[in-house]
């Protein structure tokens, strides 16, 4: 199979995955189904990769995007789609130079992740992040599959400039944020809780390596993020309340 064709499948099923998890309104199952790793399993997939110390930065600058869209739409009252073209161009220059400039070993930055993470849900604790339940704006599905596609397949093909970041690059995020953004406070800082597990998922894979077939690397990938994701939701509680509901 050529590289584009493979480029072009993994573009494919991305969009399709992410138009799917779209369907969902409840924000704690939204922020699972957004961090579940479809996408960066089939971006693996398909860029020929396996996680390295610049997948764990690119799992930071996903979180940060979801952040910042945050603070630029709801505190700012930055327009919503200027907000999430901005921060996405803005992921992908800083990725750019991330990709060509840090060195960082596995181990280090994936301790410097921790400390981040430990530190963000020590803040958290009693703290609850308030939101105005509405319905999700509408988008619609052709477009958004189709948006997802490009955006895929550009970043796909671009693989050997942005290196590891290819992988998590928001590709959830570039349309959530713009149907759920009444809700971006809770979904950052649930999908912020969640991202351990993804940390896991990556660690597993760097762990497996080339030592064994890609099967086993996945299967393995997959059995750590189910089992840091379950350990996460029943041991950090995350307060999200609606403010409807508390008048």
Known sequence: MTEL????????AVSMIISAMAKVHSQKLKAILYALPFPITIALIGSNSIATSLSISGLTLTGSFLWACYFLHAELKINILA????LSVLYVATAYVLAHNLKLPYWTMLGVYLAIWTTLMFLFRGVAFKY???APAKTNAYLKALTIFVIAFGLFSAHQYLAAFVVTFPYNGVFAVFENR???LPQAALFTRNCLALAAYFSANYLVGTHYSAPIR?????????AVL???NKLIKIDVRDTKSLR
Do not use: E, Q
């Not at 064709?5 to 494919?12: K, R």
């Not at 907000?83 to 901005?86: F, G, L, S």
């Open 132 to 134: 105005r339940k509405v």
């Open 83 to 86: 907000t999430d073209v901005v």
């Open 218 to 226: 996945y299967a393995a990938s997959w059995l750590a993020f189910g």
């Open 230 to 232: 379950i350990a996460v």
């Open 182 to 184: 009444f809700g971006l």
């Open 5 to 12: 064709t493979t480029n072009l499948l993994s573009a494919f």
